[in-house]
């Protein structure tokens, strides 16, 4: 996302790019990404069949030993980013068996902001292909080579008609800036049960102009006849103030406000907002004026 970040300092504003500082934790440690997505590793696997019928037919209706060419749109960092990569490589392997064709190549772009931690994912990429051969063998695996991709995909990441499959996972409910006129939704970081009902329709505004910027994108660049598979957050129904997510949000909410008061003493803060959607998508706004 490119979210405005600013900091005032002495009368002066200095507005940042979220998209060059905003990323998951990055490491293997206790509280990295890595060791702590579960959550979006299970919502992978609900999904799996979906992938694994887009991908199977995709393969059906080209010319085997094509190299296949795969976008992960908002790949993170962790085991969840490569275990997806093995499932598509090895639903295609299945299919290949069947229908008696040698294993295609495989082009894999992983995609996220450039600060996400792309070296811990490189650096598991020769272990993830060698363990691929060793459980299924060079006649079911075909070569894979992997790149990063760095850049917002609310834009152009790729020649036009280069992907073959793109795939988002829990990516796309991220909105690439603060939506406008959301500034009376007073201490809220979330469409919460008092938020005005501009606020929502606020949200719903940014979403569909940021929707509309990613499938005008991959629309260049996926070939004819590709395939796109995307899981985001949404609601059980259409009301914007229902209590899906709620509690989530309070906590998070909560954590804000107490970081403000622990360092009042040290920053006079003017204001401190962070906008959530729980409907449609989220944002990051964090202005600090230090005077």
């Known amino acids: 996302c490119s979210v405005g970040k600013g900091v005032r300092t002495q009368g002066k504003e200095i507005i940042m790019e979220v998209s060059n500082v905003l990323h998951m934790n990055g490491g293997q440690g206790d509280t990295s990404y890595a060791m702590n997505s579960e959550l979006q590793k299970t919502v992978i696997l609900k999904v799996k069949p979906f992938v694994e019928e887009a991908i199977t037919d995709l393969y059906c209706k080209t010319l085997p030993g094509k190299c296949f060419k795969i976008a992960d749109l908002g790949c993170s960092s962790g085991p969840n980013t490569l275990y997806l990569i093995s499932e598509i490589i090895e639903a295609i392997g299945s299919k290949c068996q069947k229908l008696g064709h040698g294993p295609p190549s495989f ?12 070296n811990t994912i490189f650096k598991s990429i020769p272990s993830f292909i060698e363990n691929l051969k060793k459980n299924k063998g060079d006649e079911f695996i ?28 829990y990516s796309l409910h991220f909105l690439s800036k603060v939506p406008l006129g959301i500034e009376n939704n007073k201490a809220n970081i979330y469409i919460a049960p008092m938020s005005p009902p501009s606020v929502p329709k606020a949200y ?21 006849g590709g395939r796109m598979v995307i899981t985001m957050i949404g609601k059980r129904n259409s009301d914007p103030f229902s209590e899906d997510c709620w509690d989530f949000w309070e906590l998070l909410a909560q954590s804000f406000r107490d970081m403000v008061s622990q360092v009042r003493y040290l920053i006079k803060i003017s204001s401190t907002k962070k906008y959530i959607s729980s ?13």
């Open 107 to 118: 082009q894999v772009f992983l995609n996220d902001l450039p600060g996400n931690d792309f």
């Open 142 to 169: 075909g070569p894979c080579f992997i790149a990063g991709m760095p850049g917002s995909f609310f834009g152009r990441l790729f020649p036009p008609e280069t992907l073959n499959f793109v795939h988002s996972s």
């Open 204 to 224: 719903l505004a940014q979403f569909e102009s940021d929707f509309t910027i990613f499938l005008s994108s991959r629309s260049e660049e996926i070939t004819s």
């Open 279 to 291: 409907t449609l998508g989220s944002s990051l706004y964090w202005t600090l004026f230090i005077k």
